[in-house]
Each structure stands twice: as C-alpha cells, then as structure tokens.
C-alpha cells in the first residue's frame, strides 16, 4: 500500500469526484505524492472490479509518437477488442505498436478508436484512467487521449491525472467535464512524523527533516536516511538524487532569475530590498517567475527557498568566481557593517591575518550584545582564515565559536568548531571544552558517548575545573538511563569537584540533581539538599536553566500541589529562558507551566502552554517525548480523548526510541487515563499493567506513582476485577503521601461502588472532593463529584447523584474542561431514575451483552472472566431489578442503548 499519512482528505474528495464522473487533475512538485495517491486510488476501483488503465511515461518518452497511447490500449482486454469492427481493429492494432498512419481516413480513424474503445469496456465494468507523469507523455498521445474525452465518455470513464506543475495544465485537457483541480500540498509536521516512524527513522528527527524538506515526503525520507546516527548536529549530505531533482527544479529558469536566487542563497537574511541594493533590479520580476516555479516563496520583504535546499544546491554548484563575484555585492549592499565584513571574507578562502583579526573583533562585539549566532559563526570564520602564525588565536576562536554556537542555538557551527580543536594540536583545557560541547550536541544520547566521556576525563586530570562539567554530564547521562545509583555517584564527585574549582553554578546543578534522586528514592534529607543548593550564588546560562535549583523548586512545589508558587516561580524562569536559543530551558518551563495550569484549572492555558512546548521542541530538535506528554495531559483536561490518545501513543513511540524511560512511563499513564475516560476499561488495565512492571524495573520509589497504582485500582474496579482491585489499592495506601490522599479515597470510592458498597463510596468520594477543594484542584475536585453521583445512583438517591453532577459540571465549566463537560453532561442525561440506575458498571456491561444475545460463555470469553462469575452477576443483576430470566431482563431495561451499557465504565 502507499504511503498516505495526511493524505485522507485529499484523496476523499479525489475518491468523491470520480464517483460521479468527470475527471481529478493533480498538481505537485516531483516528491510530494503526487504518484501514491493515483496508486491509491487505481488499487481502490481495482478492489472494487473496475477496470483501471495506467500509464506512467518517462522523460525519454516525450519524443516517442504515440509511446504513451500504445501502452495504454495494450492494456485493454481482448474481448473488448474484438468486439470492434475490422476498420477500428486495424487503427488499434498500428495504434498498439506506435507506429499509426499519419495522414488521411486513417487519421481519421485513429481518433475515432479510443472513444469507442472506451466506451466498449465500460458497458461491462467502469474503466478508471489513471495518468501520472503527464508532462512526459508524448503529444501525439496526449491529443487522442484529450479527444478521447472531449468526446463526452459518460460517467463510468473517468480518468485521474497527474503532473509536476499548475498553470497551462495537460492533466486537465486529458481529464472528462467536469473537472477537479487539485495541488497536493506539503504535509505538516505531525504528518511527516508519523511517515517517518513508519519508515523506522526516529521522531525527533522531523521537525529539522520537516524545515529542510519543506514537507516533501520523498525528500524527508531521502535527507532521513543520509542523517549520521549519533551526529544529530551534523547536516546531513544531500544524496545525488536528491540534488538531481533540484537541478531539476531550477533548471528551466532563466540565467537571469537564478543570479537573483545565487544572490538570496548566499544572503544571511535575503529581502527583496537587499536584493535591489545588490544590483538586482528586476528582482521583483524575477522572483514572480521563482514563486510560479514553486522555487521560494515571498512573505512581505523576506525571501524563503521552497525547500531549503535548493538554496544550498544552487549555491554549491556555482562555480567561486561567480560566487564570489555575489558575495562582493551583498558586501556593497549591507547595512551593517558586520555584514559586510562577512560577505567580505566569503569571497576567498584564503588565509589572511588582518581579515581573521577583524572578524574575531567583530565576532566579540557581537556575543557582548547577546548575538551568540552572529558571533559564532564569525568566530569559526576567522579561525578558517587564520594563517599559520596565528594558530594559537585559531585554537581559541574555535573553542569560543563552539560553545556560542550551543547557546546561539546554531549545532552544526558548534560541532564543526568542535572537531577542529580535536583535530589540531590542542592543549588539554581547549580539548576538554570541544569535547563538552559534543556531549551537550549529544542530547538524549549521552549514553552512546562513552569514548568522549572517558577522553574527557584523561583530559582533565586533577584538575577539578575541566572535571566538574564533565562529571555533571555523567550524571546526566546515568540519570537519563535511570541508573540512580550511578547519577548520584556522579554528582557527588561533581558536587565536590566544582568546590574545589570555585565553580557555585556547577556545584548547585549537582546538588539539584541529588534532590531530584533522594526525592524519588523517598529519602527525606532531598529538602536540606535543594535548600544548599538554593543558598549558592549560582547563575545557570538561560539554556541551563532547567538544570538549576529554582527550576526543580518549582516542579517539587508542582508535585507537591503548591500551585500557586510553582506558577509564581516558573513565570519569573520563563522571562530568562525566553533568551535560550537552545530551546530546552524554554521548553521544560512551559510543560512545568501547563501541568501546572491543568491541576489549576486553567484548562485552556494549560492546552496554550503545552502545544507551545511541543512546537518549540520540534523547532528545536528536542526529544519530543516529554512534549507529547504535557500534550496529552492538557488534551485530557481541556481538549479532546482522541487527540490525548493520540499524543500519548506518540510519546510512548518516541520514549522507547530514545531510551527514556521516564517519559515511556509518564506518557503510558496519559494513555491509560485516555482509555479508561473513553470506556475501554480492559485496554487501561492492561496499559497500567505495563506501566507497573516498568516502574517494578526502575526500582523507582516517585511518590506518583502511587496515584498511577490508584489509579490502576480503579480501572481494574471498572472491568469486573474486584478482588485484585482491592489489593491494589491497599499497596497504593501503603505507600501513599499526604499530597496524593484525594486520588487514593477517590479510587477507593471507584472500588468500593464497584464492589456494591455504595455506602462507603459515597463517603470516600465525598472526602476526596473536600481534599481536592482545600488544594485548588476543581478538575479533579468535580471528576470526584462525578464519583460521587454514581455512587448516589447505585443507592437509588437520584436527586442527590443530579446534585452532584450538577456541582462537578459547574466546576468543569469554570475550568473550561471541555472532555469532562460532555463526560458529565452524558451523565445527567442518563440520572433519571430509571431502573439500570443501580447497577454497577460490570452489571451493566454484562446485561448489554445478554440483550445483544451473547451466551454466558461469549461473555466470559470478552470480559475475560469465568464462567460462573459471570452467572453470579446475571444472578445479582436480576435480584436488583427484581426479574427471573433474560426475557424479562430486556423488559427491564428497554431505553438503553445497548452501546451505552456496554461502554459504559
């Protein structure tokens, strides 16, 4: 099957076109999947027996008479052809071989064929021309074809063409009245994701993927393959293919427009006024004639290649006298003089002392007013052009233009500068230092950098200035691999190393990170921990931020349900790390934000903070596990099931990718919250029992997690499995904290509802809504309401259960929780005091099964339970609603649906 992520309803209205006849023409350029939606669509009427005639032409083709149709008859069936009188036979026969008379009656003849042809075969079957490549076909064919259905075929011949480009369109003169006009346009950043993991390449690869492809899954897939696994920073080679289909792209225009696009490619910021400055007169012309190509687009004054790339192939296969003859140009038009200095340098490669001594110069000035980017990529010019004499400076610049690059948010800068130094005759500090920034370009695969930690460390020495940042790594890097035993090894090491060397900002970040391990370890000295920490005079870089003291304060406040100051400090972390070109500092700030906003109440801010994190983790290559998560913890809360679902599946994808087993998980609870909410209480089950024997390996003692066992508790009360439930819940109770005491009696409540103590629940769940009242949490304050009026249902006190809902459903509107609004509204509908009322959730599922006709084995078998367990809840089910049989059990229960009963949880 063809790859179609993002496609669906593109080809729903290509499918809903030629239902009814005429004909679909589809615009695209080369790459974009123009090719498997007609392959979809040809295999969709092949399933249904119609008969589909494809032709795919190739460049060559275009000047073979007739290649095109010939290959299209030859694929009509015989009995169709024989069913022609001799004249036309002998028209098709010449027309089959490509070689048809050219002049007279035969001509005559040969135009004439096709329509009839046509028409036979769709007495029998509908007949689906399908016609991709059309630029190719040669015109001879594509004049019989056009003829063909200007003849007016009727609505069981339609045809679906497609070409590269819009415009004085072929694909439309080849299609019958009426005609759809389609572009098939780029897929967005969700979509590529998904067709990448399907192909096996990782998801945090995407949204770079994404930037440099602009979308085009056959460029993604082809840039995805050449990426250097372990080298994320590293660009990867355009593969010759690739580069053929650019020049392909910018080979039909004019010399003139691309010496306009050479001038925007080789500009740091290109606008049409640059462009002007640089001698480009008609630039205006000339880039109308790029946009009409599909080359760049033009937003306002700025100038943007379609995709990236083609800038890059354009720029590398001009030859340097041109180039440089450019770059000369852009220098005259700069505004600022750095710039010009820039461009200046560009037009040679050759070593010049003054040259690399002036852009250093002016590298420093730039990283003194926070232009890091700036500056790093004119400190890696000035050590490019540094000549022999000045090799120490050389060594120097490079260092500098690796670590303002990781802070200017430009990786491959860093990562080039940083080879170099390894590469030359370095000096261990300068070797150390190139080595840190290839474990910080390392992200999430620090665990794969053994080689660089253990040359680092030989590097360092005694000296406990170049071995602190080192050792803060490690931790990192075992913490990361949930190794805590070895993280808080690491950190102590760390801790007393940056003691040594005066270091307060390294010292602080190991002592975070030793609050962090003995709070999920239960150890309770974690507080004296965070509080030194606290107490140094540290002041982490923007893009460390999420490393520091007062950003942990924050999250333990988070956890801890101290709402209001985790908010209070995390906006004040937010304004520093809105300056963090990196992006994870900004991004870990606003998923603290969003979970913060969720249990809050702000339903909608949280759904604000969280999708503004995920998109600030895609543009900045970050793993996006932890993004998906807050995603779907806010779509629980504020947006949909679905899309929690959704988001959640994503994260648990992309966690087992990237050995995260923290967020594999964190995003496996969104999911079970998802299941469960939506009825399917046996997946949830199952999903929290994954989760438990995750957490079993970890050897992780998080608090949370007890309120993923209640929760667990709970959907195991849902499906029917009481007994287990119980016991599961009292484990959780074991190992409870005060903060989590409103999720373990709401769950209780579920179990003891549930198990037909309705009594109990009732006070349990009552007890739970006061909690999550006196903590400021109305989300869950009103699902424990929600607990409640169930448990009122199942004692028949129907005014109170409507009270109850009434009450959650006013809390869920503050909030603006809109899955929780339906969840509730479906509920009062249902609390009218009709019979089922007093069942539980299992006798309900089991008398929906009875009504559907399901024997008491084919219920057993679905729910996973015995048989005699089921018989004893059809025995308590009819004592409840005072029958005999299950006759009289579809009596009792008449309005509902048998859906609702089933799903019901």
């Known amino acids: 099957m063809p790859d179609l992520h993002g496609r669906e309803a593109l080809l729903a ?14 615009h695209g350029p080369p790459g974009i ?33 007739y290649s095109g149709v010939a290959d299209l008859v030859r694929q009509v069936p015989a009995d169709a052809v024989a069913a022609l009188a001799p004249a036309p036979r002998r028209s098709l026969a010449a027309l089959s071989q490509g070689r048809p008379s050219r002049t007279g009656a035969p001509a005559l003849a040969r135009r004439l064929v096709l329509p009839e042809l046509l028409a036979r075969c769709a007495r029998a079957t509908p007949v689906l021309l399908v016609l991709d490549d059309v630029q190719w076909l040669d ?8 003829f063909a259905m200007r003849r007016r075929p009727g609505p069981r011949v339609r045809v679906a063409a497609a070409e590269r480009r819009p415009g004085r369109s072929r694909a439309v003169r080849l299609c019958p009245a009426p005609v759809l006009e389609l572009a098939v346009p780029p897929l967005s950043p969700d979509d590529l994701t998904a067709l990448l993991e399907s192909r096996g390449l990782p998801c945090r690869t995407a949204s770079r993927l994404h930037q440099d ?22 660009p990867a080679p355009l593969p010759e293919n690739v580069r053929d289909l650019a020049r392909e792209r910018l080979a039909g225009l004019s010399a003139a427009v691309r010496r306009t696009l050479l001038t925007a490619a080789l500009a740091t910021e290109p606008t049409i006024t640059l462009l002007l400055r640089a001698g480009r007169d008609e630039a205006a012309g000339e880039l109308r004639a790029a946009v009409a190509a599909g080359v760049v687009e033009v937003a306002g004054e700025r100038i943007r290649f379609t995709p990236p790339l083609l800038g890059r192939v354009l720029a590398d296969e001009t030859p340097a006298a041109e180039r440089s003859g450019v770059h000369a140009e852009l220098a005259a038009a700069a505004y600022d003089p750095v710039e010009a200095l820039r461009q200046q340098a560009l037009r040679t490669a050759r070593p010049d002392a003054a040259v690399a001594a002036g852009l250093a110069a002016a590298a420093g000035r730039c990283a003194l007013r926070g232009a890091d980017r700036t500056a790093a990529e004119l400190y890696l010019l000035a050590a490019d052009r540094c000549p022999p004499e000045l090799a120490a400076d050389r060594l120097d610049w490079l260092v500098t ?36 920034v290839l474990l910080d370009l390392a992200g999430q695969a620090l665990s794969e950098m053994g080689e660089t930690f253990a040359a680092a460390l030989a590097e360092a020495g005694d000296d406990p200035e170049l071995a602190a940042p080192v050792r803060l790594r490690l931790t990192f890097a075992a913490f990361l691999a949930g190794d805590l035993e070895a993280a808080a090894a690491e950190a102590r090491r760390a801790e007393e190393a940056a003691r040594l060397a005066g270091d307060p900002t390294i010292e602080a970040m190991a002592l975070t990170i030793i609050a962090s391990i003995q709070r999920v370890r239960g150890v309770a000295c974690w507080r004296d921990s965070l509080d030194r920490a606290l107490a140094l005079p540290a002041t982490p870089a923007p893009d460390w931020l999420h490393y520091g003291p007062h950003y942990m304060a924050a999250r333990f406040a988070l956890f801890d349900d101290r709402l209001d100051e985790a908010r209070a400090e995390l906006l004040a972390l937010l304004a520093v790390a809105e300056h963090d070109r990196v992006g994870e500092a900004r991004v870990e700030v606003l998923r603290s934000l969003s979970e913060v906003a969720t249990r809050a109440g702000r339903c909608q801010e949280a759904l604000r903070y969280g999708h503004r994190a995920a998109r600030a983790a895609q543009e900045a290559g970050l793993s996006p596990g932890p ?3 807050t995603a779907a913890v806010a779509e629980l809360a504020g947006g949909s099931l679905a899309a929690a679902a959704g988001f959640a599946r994503r994260g648990i994808r992309s966690s087992r990718q990237e050995g995260d087993g923290l967020y594999l998980r964190r995003n ?26 995750l957490e079993a390996e970890a050897g992780s003692a998080d608090p949370m997690i007890v309120r993923r066992r209640a929760d667990l508790a709970a959907a195991l009360a849902l499906s029917g499995e009481h007994r287990e439930a119980a016991a599961t819940l009292e484990l959780a109770r074991a190992g409870g904290a005060a903060a989590l005491a409103g999720y373990l009696d709401r769950a209780a409540a579920v179990v003891a509802s549930e198990s037909g103590q309705a009594d109990a629940a009732a006070g349990l769940a009552t007890v739970a809504a006061r909690r999550f009242e006196v903590s400021r949490q109305p989300v869950e304050q009103a699902h424990a309401l929600l607990v409640l009026a169930g448990a009122e249902r199942r004692r028949r006190r129907y005014a109170a259960a409507r009270q109850a809902i009434d009450r959650a459903l006013a809390l869920f509107r503050a909030a603006e929780a809109r899955p929780w609004i339906a969840e509730a509204e479906r509920m009062l509908t249902r609390t009218e005091g009709t019979p089922e009322q007093g069942l539980t959730s299992t006798e309900l599922r089991i008398a929906g099964m009875v009504r559907a006709g399901a024997s008491n084995r084919e219920i057993a078998n679905r729910l996973y339970l015995s048989v005699k367990t089921v018989e004893a809840t059809l025995t308590r089910v009819y004592r409840k609603l005072g029958v005999r049989s299950r006759t009289q059990l579809l009596s009792a229960l008449p309005g509902l649906p048998v859906g609702e009963i089933t799903n019901r949880s």
Do not use: C, K
């Open 668 to 693: 496996l609870h969104a999911l079970a919250q998802a299941e469960v909410r939506s009825g399917d209480t046996r997946a949830a089950v199952a999903t929290l029992r994954r989760l438990h024997d």
């Open 627 to 629: 993004t998906w998560y």
């Open 139 to 146: 015109p001879e064919s594509a004049e019989l074809i056009g």
């Open 13 to 26: 209205a290509v499918e809903a076109r030629l239902a009814t006849g005429g004909g679909v023409a589809l």
């Open 401 to 436: 233009a690796a670590r303002t690059a990781i802070t200017g948010g430009v990786p491959a800068v860093a990562g080039r500068a940083a080879e170099a130094v390894l590469t030359a005759d370095a000096p261990p500090a300068h070797r150390v230092r190139a080595r840190l």
């Open 33 to 65: 999947g123009r090719s498997a939606l007609l392959d979809a669509v040809a295999d969709r009427a092949a399933a249904r027996g119609e008969l589909v005639l494809r032709l795919r032409p190739a460049r060559g083709e275009r000047t073979l008479a």
């Open 213 to 234: 492809s602009g979308g085009n899954p056959f460029l993604a897939l082809e840039l995805g393959g050449a990426v250097v696994p372990g080298a994320a920073w590293r």
